[in-house]
Protein backbone atom coordinates (compact mmCIF):
# COMPACT_ATOMS: atom_id res chain seq x y z
CA UNK A 1 0.00 0.00 0.00
CA UNK A 2 0.93 3.61 -1.03
CA UNK A 3 0.86 6.19 1.13
CA UNK A 4 0.15 9.74 -0.45
CA UNK A 5 2.00 11.99 1.52
CA UNK A 6 2.52 16.22 0.92
CA UNK A 7 6.00 17.91 1.74
CA UNK A 8 6.07 18.24 5.34
CA UNK A 9 4.96 14.28 5.24
CA UNK A 10 7.96 13.80 2.88
CA UNK A 11 10.27 15.63 5.37
CA UNK A 12 8.95 13.55 7.97
CA UNK A 13 9.99 10.19 5.75
CA UNK A 14 13.58 11.87 5.12
CA UNK A 15 13.96 12.76 8.70
CA UNK A 16 13.55 9.12 9.75
CA UNK A 17 16.98 7.45 7.71
CA UNK A 18 21.02 8.15 8.44
CA UNK A 19 21.46 5.95 4.59
CA UNK A 20 19.24 7.16 1.90
CA UNK A 21 19.76 5.99 -1.72
CA UNK A 22 18.64 9.19 -4.32
CA UNK A 23 17.72 7.50 -7.70
CA UNK A 24 16.01 9.41 -11.03
CA UNK A 25 14.73 7.90 -13.77
CA UNK A 26 16.75 6.28 -16.74
CA UNK A 27 17.90 8.47 -19.44
CA UNK A 28 17.80 11.42 -17.14
CA UNK A 29 16.66 14.75 -18.09
CA UNK A 30 17.64 18.06 -16.30
CA UNK A 31 14.53 17.77 -14.25
CA UNK A 32 15.52 13.99 -12.91
CA UNK A 33 19.10 15.21 -12.22
CA UNK A 34 18.39 18.31 -10.78
CA UNK A 35 15.79 17.20 -8.36
CA UNK A 36 17.94 14.47 -7.35
CA UNK A 37 21.23 16.58 -7.47
CA UNK A 38 19.63 18.87 -4.80
CA UNK A 39 17.66 16.26 -2.71
CA UNK A 40 21.27 14.79 -2.36
CA UNK A 41 23.11 17.88 -1.24
CA UNK A 42 20.81 19.01 1.54
CA UNK A 43 20.62 15.49 2.94
CA UNK A 44 24.30 15.16 3.01
CA UNK A 45 24.33 18.76 4.82
CA UNK A 46 22.08 16.88 7.58
CA UNK A 47 25.10 14.18 8.09
CA UNK A 48 23.29 11.63 5.57
CA UNK A 49 25.06 9.02 4.07
CA UNK A 50 23.17 9.58 0.31
CA UNK A 51 23.98 7.16 -2.55
CA UNK A 52 22.56 9.42 -6.03
CA UNK A 53 22.59 7.33 -8.72
CA UNK A 54 20.30 6.34 -11.88
CA UNK A 55 20.23 3.27 -14.48
CA UNK A 56 23.44 2.77 -15.52
CA UNK A 57 24.72 6.06 -14.20
CA UNK A 58 26.38 7.67 -16.83
CA UNK A 59 25.73 11.35 -16.53
CA UNK A 60 25.32 12.91 -19.90
CA UNK A 61 28.59 15.75 -20.66
CA UNK A 62 25.46 18.31 -21.39
CA UNK A 63 23.68 17.61 -18.15
CA UNK A 64 27.12 17.69 -16.05
CA UNK A 65 26.82 21.37 -15.68
CA UNK A 66 24.39 20.70 -12.91
CA UNK A 67 26.29 20.85 -9.61
CA UNK A 68 25.98 17.47 -7.84
CA UNK A 69 25.96 15.25 -10.94
CA UNK A 70 29.59 14.59 -10.14
CA UNK A 71 28.50 12.24 -7.06
CA UNK A 72 26.56 10.43 -9.14
CA UNK A 73 27.61 6.62 -9.13
CA UNK A 74 27.30 3.67 -11.22
CA UNK A 75 23.62 2.06 -10.16
CA UNK A 76 25.63 -1.22 -9.66
CA UNK A 77 28.01 0.42 -7.01
CA UNK A 78 25.42 1.44 -4.53
CA UNK A 79 24.60 -1.22 -1.66
CA UNK A 80 21.43 -2.58 -1.27
CA UNK A 81 20.92 -1.64 2.56
CA UNK A 82 17.68 -1.00 4.79
CA UNK A 83 17.28 2.56 4.75
CA UNK A 84 15.46 4.67 2.22
CA UNK A 85 15.38 4.97 -1.42
CA UNK A 86 13.54 7.90 -3.07
CA UNK A 87 12.71 8.46 -6.68
CA UNK A 88 12.72 11.20 -8.40
CA UNK A 89 10.83 12.25 -11.32
CA UNK A 90 9.82 8.62 -12.32
CA UNK A 91 6.28 8.43 -13.39
CA UNK A 92 6.39 4.23 -12.49
CA UNK A 93 8.44 1.84 -11.33
CA UNK A 94 9.98 0.47 -14.77
CA UNK A 95 10.96 4.07 -15.23
CA UNK A 96 13.70 3.38 -12.22
CA UNK A 97 15.29 0.82 -14.01
CA UNK A 98 17.07 -2.26 -12.53
CA UNK A 99 16.05 -1.26 -9.27
CA UNK A 100 14.61 -4.27 -7.25
CA UNK A 101 18.04 -5.30 -5.70
CA UNK A 102 17.32 -2.10 -3.58
CA UNK A 103 13.83 -1.80 -3.43
CA UNK A 104 14.11 -4.87 -2.18
CA UNK A 105 16.43 -4.18 0.54
CA UNK A 106 14.57 -1.04 1.54
CA UNK A 107 12.58 -0.56 4.42
CA UNK A 108 11.03 2.40 3.11
CA UNK A 109 11.02 4.18 -0.37
CA UNK A 110 9.60 7.97 -1.12
CA UNK A 111 8.11 8.74 -4.58
CA UNK A 112 8.43 12.31 -5.45
CA UNK A 113 6.85 13.24 -8.74
CA UNK A 114 4.66 15.43 -11.07
CA UNK A 115 3.33 13.02 -13.67
CA UNK A 116 -0.34 12.64 -13.62
CA UNK A 117 0.10 8.82 -15.57
CA UNK A 118 1.83 7.69 -12.22
CA UNK A 119 -0.26 4.58 -11.38
CA UNK A 120 1.27 5.07 -7.69
CA UNK A 121 3.84 3.49 -6.10
CA UNK A 122 6.88 3.25 -2.81
CA UNK A 123 5.67 3.12 0.88
CA UNK A 124 4.98 6.79 0.61
CA UNK A 125 4.38 9.03 -2.22
CA UNK A 126 4.50 13.08 -3.01
CA UNK A 127 2.70 13.24 -6.41
CA UNK A 128 1.80 16.83 -7.53
CA UNK A 129 0.04 16.58 -11.18
CA UNK A 130 -0.17 20.53 -11.30
CA UNK A 131 3.83 20.96 -9.83
CA UNK A 132 5.68 22.19 -12.99
CA UNK A 133 9.25 20.01 -12.35
CA UNK A 134 9.69 17.57 -9.38
CA UNK A 135 12.61 19.55 -8.77
CA UNK A 136 9.68 22.49 -7.30
CA UNK A 137 8.55 19.53 -5.33
CA UNK A 138 11.76 19.02 -3.37
CA UNK A 139 12.45 22.36 -2.90
CA UNK A 140 8.95 22.12 -0.95
CA UNK A 141 10.04 19.25 0.87
CA UNK A 142 13.39 20.84 2.02
CA UNK A 143 11.94 24.18 2.62
CA UNK A 144 9.24 21.95 4.85
CA UNK A 145 11.80 19.94 6.66
CA UNK A 146 13.76 22.91 7.44
CA UNK A 147 16.78 21.82 5.44
CA UNK A 148 19.78 24.19 4.14
CA UNK A 149 18.76 25.21 0.37
CA UNK A 150 22.30 26.88 -0.51
CA UNK A 151 23.07 28.27 -3.74
CA UNK A 152 24.31 25.21 -5.74
CA UNK A 153 21.22 23.05 -4.22
CA UNK A 154 19.05 25.92 -5.52
CA UNK A 155 21.16 25.84 -9.15
CA UNK A 156 20.42 21.58 -9.38
CA UNK A 157 16.40 22.79 -8.40
CA UNK A 158 16.12 25.63 -10.77
CA UNK A 159 17.95 22.77 -13.29
CA UNK A 160 14.52 20.90 -13.69
CA UNK A 161 12.34 23.58 -13.22
CA UNK A 162 13.73 26.19 -15.81
CA UNK A 163 13.53 22.75 -18.66
CA UNK A 164 10.25 21.24 -16.87
CA UNK A 165 8.45 24.29 -17.96
CA UNK A 166 10.30 25.24 -21.35
CA UNK A 167 11.98 27.91 -20.11
CA UNK A 168 8.56 29.08 -18.08
CA UNK A 169 6.48 29.19 -20.99
CA UNK A 170 3.83 26.97 -19.55
CA UNK A 171 3.80 26.00 -15.66
CA UNK A 172 1.60 29.03 -14.26
CA UNK A 173 2.18 31.39 -11.27
CA UNK A 174 3.72 28.17 -9.42
CA UNK A 175 6.85 27.90 -11.56
CA UNK A 176 7.41 31.50 -11.12
CA UNK A 177 7.31 31.65 -7.30
CA UNK A 178 9.61 28.71 -7.12
CA UNK A 179 11.94 30.26 -9.53
CA UNK A 180 11.79 33.46 -6.91
CA UNK A 181 12.86 31.66 -4.02
CA UNK A 182 15.36 29.92 -6.23
CA UNK A 183 17.00 32.85 -7.16
CA UNK A 184 16.73 34.61 -4.41
CA UNK A 185 18.74 31.36 -2.42
CA UNK A 186 21.44 32.02 -5.00
CA UNK A 187 20.43 29.91 -7.98
CA UNK A 188 23.20 30.51 -11.07
CA UNK A 189 20.61 31.14 -14.37
CA UNK A 190 22.66 32.42 -16.94
CA UNK A 191 25.78 29.77 -17.59
CA UNK A 192 23.03 26.96 -17.06
CA UNK A 193 20.86 27.76 -19.22
CA UNK A 194 23.02 28.35 -21.97
CA UNK A 195 24.41 24.83 -21.32
CA UNK A 196 21.53 23.09 -20.93
CA UNK A 197 19.10 24.86 -23.62
CA UNK A 198 21.59 26.36 -26.10
CA UNK A 199 24.92 24.86 -26.40
CA UNK A 200 25.54 21.92 -29.53
CA UNK A 201 28.65 21.82 -31.26
CA UNK A 202 29.01 23.42 -34.88
CA UNK A 203 28.77 19.78 -36.38
CA UNK A 204 25.31 18.79 -35.28
CA UNK A 205 24.41 21.84 -37.31
CA UNK A 206 24.84 20.06 -40.40
CA UNK A 207 23.47 16.55 -39.15
CA UNK A 208 20.68 18.67 -37.57
CA UNK A 209 19.63 19.92 -41.25
CA UNK A 210 20.17 16.60 -42.98
CA UNK A 211 17.57 15.54 -40.10
CA UNK A 212 15.06 18.05 -40.86
CA UNK A 213 14.83 17.70 -44.23
CA UNK A 214 13.12 14.45 -43.78
CA UNK A 215 10.59 15.46 -41.28
CA UNK A 216 7.05 14.28 -42.41
CA UNK A 217 3.71 16.42 -42.10
CA UNK A 218 0.49 14.58 -41.74
CA UNK A 219 -2.03 17.62 -42.15
CA UNK A 220 -5.48 15.58 -42.03
CA UNK A 221 -3.99 13.45 -38.93
CA UNK A 222 -5.82 13.81 -35.09
CA UNK A 223 -9.03 14.36 -36.44
CA UNK A 224 -7.17 17.24 -38.82
CA UNK A 225 -5.12 19.03 -36.28
CA UNK A 226 -2.32 17.88 -38.42
CA UNK A 227 1.30 15.90 -37.06
CA UNK A 228 4.32 16.03 -37.70
CA UNK A 229 7.00 13.33 -37.74
CA UNK A 230 10.87 12.87 -37.72
CA UNK A 231 12.72 9.30 -36.97
CA UNK A 232 16.34 9.37 -35.79
CA UNK A 233 17.89 6.19 -37.18
CA UNK A 234 20.53 4.11 -35.03
CA UNK A 235 23.20 5.21 -37.48
CA UNK A 236 23.03 9.04 -36.67
CA UNK A 237 22.40 8.05 -32.93
CA UNK A 238 25.55 6.84 -32.99
CA UNK A 239 27.44 10.30 -33.71
CA UNK A 240 25.41 12.47 -32.27
CA UNK A 241 24.91 13.98 -28.52
CA UNK A 242 22.40 12.23 -26.83
CA UNK A 243 20.79 15.82 -25.74
CA UNK A 244 21.20 17.61 -29.68
CA UNK A 245 18.97 14.28 -30.20
CA UNK A 246 16.34 14.78 -27.72
CA UNK A 247 16.07 18.78 -28.56
CA UNK A 248 15.07 17.64 -31.73
CA UNK A 249 11.29 17.57 -30.44
CA UNK A 250 11.29 21.25 -30.18
CA UNK A 251 11.86 21.90 -33.87
CA UNK A 252 8.62 19.68 -34.15
CA UNK A 253 7.10 21.57 -31.68
CA UNK A 254 7.17 24.30 -33.46
CA UNK A 255 5.12 23.30 -36.26
CA UNK A 256 2.09 25.63 -37.16
CA UNK A 257 0.43 23.04 -39.26
CA UNK A 258 0.74 20.37 -36.45
CA UNK A 259 -0.94 20.39 -33.22
CA UNK A 260 0.86 17.08 -32.43
CA UNK A 261 4.94 16.26 -32.93
CA UNK A 262 5.97 12.84 -32.67
CA UNK A 263 9.88 12.12 -32.41
CA UNK A 264 11.17 8.52 -32.82
CA UNK A 265 14.86 8.11 -31.83
CA UNK A 266 16.05 4.65 -32.17
CA UNK A 267 18.50 4.42 -29.65
CA UNK A 268 19.16 0.89 -29.28
CA UNK A 269 18.78 -1.12 -33.00
CA UNK A 270 14.96 -1.66 -33.66
CA UNK A 271 14.01 -0.24 -30.15
CA UNK A 272 13.27 3.59 -30.58
CA UNK A 273 12.35 6.28 -27.85
CA UNK A 274 9.30 7.95 -28.79
CA UNK A 275 8.65 10.99 -27.39
CA UNK A 276 5.24 12.75 -27.77
CA UNK A 277 4.10 16.63 -28.11
CA UNK A 278 0.75 18.43 -28.11
CA UNK A 279 -0.26 22.20 -27.78
CA UNK A 280 -3.49 23.88 -27.96
CA UNK A 281 -4.52 26.12 -31.18
CA UNK A 282 -6.50 26.53 -34.20
CA UNK A 283 -10.39 26.44 -34.00
CA UNK A 284 -10.44 23.38 -32.01
CA UNK A 285 -8.32 24.89 -28.40
CA UNK A 286 -8.45 21.52 -26.77
CA UNK A 287 -5.00 19.89 -26.03
CA UNK A 288 -4.78 16.23 -27.30
CA UNK A 289 -3.91 14.29 -24.48
CA UNK A 290 -0.74 12.28 -25.71
CA UNK A 291 -0.52 11.34 -22.26
CA UNK A 292 -3.16 8.39 -23.12
CA UNK A 293 -1.07 7.45 -26.21
CA UNK A 294 2.10 7.08 -24.36
CA UNK A 295 0.43 5.23 -21.21
CA UNK A 296 -1.87 2.11 -24.27
CA UNK A 297 1.87 1.84 -25.58
CA UNK A 298 2.73 1.09 -21.81
CA UNK A 299 4.68 4.36 -21.46
CA UNK A 300 3.04 7.56 -19.92
CA UNK A 301 4.04 11.51 -19.06
CA UNK A 302 1.97 14.71 -19.14
CA UNK A 303 -1.42 15.39 -21.33
CA UNK A 304 0.80 18.23 -23.61
CA UNK A 305 4.20 15.96 -23.16
CA UNK A 306 4.71 12.26 -22.96
CA UNK A 307 6.46 9.37 -24.11
CA UNK A 308 7.26 5.47 -24.54
CA UNK A 309 9.57 2.55 -25.98
CA UNK A 310 8.58 0.87 -28.75
CA UNK A 311 10.01 -2.12 -30.61
CA UNK A 312 10.11 -2.91 -34.49
CA UNK A 313 11.30 -1.40 -38.12
CA UNK A 314 10.15 2.55 -38.18
CA UNK A 315 6.95 1.17 -40.53
CA UNK A 316 5.19 -0.56 -37.69
CA UNK A 317 5.86 1.60 -34.96
CA UNK A 318 4.74 4.74 -36.95
CA UNK A 319 1.89 2.50 -38.35
CA UNK A 320 0.86 2.00 -34.85
CA UNK A 321 1.56 5.06 -33.47
CA UNK A 322 -0.49 6.61 -36.51
CA UNK A 323 -3.75 4.04 -35.49
CA UNK A 324 -3.70 5.67 -32.11
CA UNK A 325 -2.97 9.69 -33.42
CA UNK A 326 -6.23 9.35 -35.77
P1 LIG B 1 10.41 12.99 -23.28
O1 LIG B 1 9.70 12.98 -24.59
O2 LIG B 1 11.36 11.84 -23.11
O3 LIG B 1 11.02 14.32 -22.97
O4 LIG B 1 9.29 12.74 -22.20
C1 LIG B 1 8.16 13.56 -22.09
C2 LIG B 1 7.48 13.26 -20.78
O5 LIG B 1 6.99 11.92 -20.79
C3 LIG B 1 8.40 13.37 -19.60
O6 LIG B 1 7.67 13.93 -18.54
C4 LIG B 1 8.78 11.95 -19.32
O7 LIG B 1 9.05 11.76 -17.96
C5 LIG B 1 7.57 11.16 -19.76
N1 LIG B 1 7.98 9.87 -20.32
C6 LIG B 1 8.83 9.68 -21.35
N2 LIG B 1 8.99 8.38 -21.61
C7 LIG B 1 8.22 7.70 -20.72
C8 LIG B 1 7.96 6.32 -20.46
N3 LIG B 1 8.54 5.34 -21.19
N4 LIG B 1 7.12 6.02 -19.45
C9 LIG B 1 6.56 6.99 -18.71
N5 LIG B 1 6.75 8.31 -18.91
C10 LIG B 1 7.58 8.68 -19.89
MN1 LIG C 1 11.96 13.79 -16.51
MN1 LIG D 1 9.84 16.37 -14.64
Redesign the pocket.
Known amino acids: MTIRVDAAGAADVLARHREVTVLC ?1 IRP ?1 ADALGSSSGLARALRARGVTVHHSFDPGVVPQTLGIIPGTDRVVPLAGVPAHDGLVVTL ?1 C ?2 P ?2 VGRWDRLADAASEILVIDH ?1 G ?1 NPGFGSHMLLDPAAASTASLVLDVLEAGGFDVDAETATSLYAGLVTDTGSFRWGGTGSHETARRLLSAGAESTELTFALLDAHSFAWLRVLGELLATARLDVDAVGGRGSVWLAVPHEVILVADEDDV ?1 SL ?1 SHLRGVREARVAV ?1 LKEYLPGEW ?1 V ?2 RSRAGGAAADVVDV ?1 AV ?1 AAL ?5 PS ?5 MHGDLESVSARLRELLR
Open positions: HDDASDRHSEVLASLSAGGGGHAAGCT
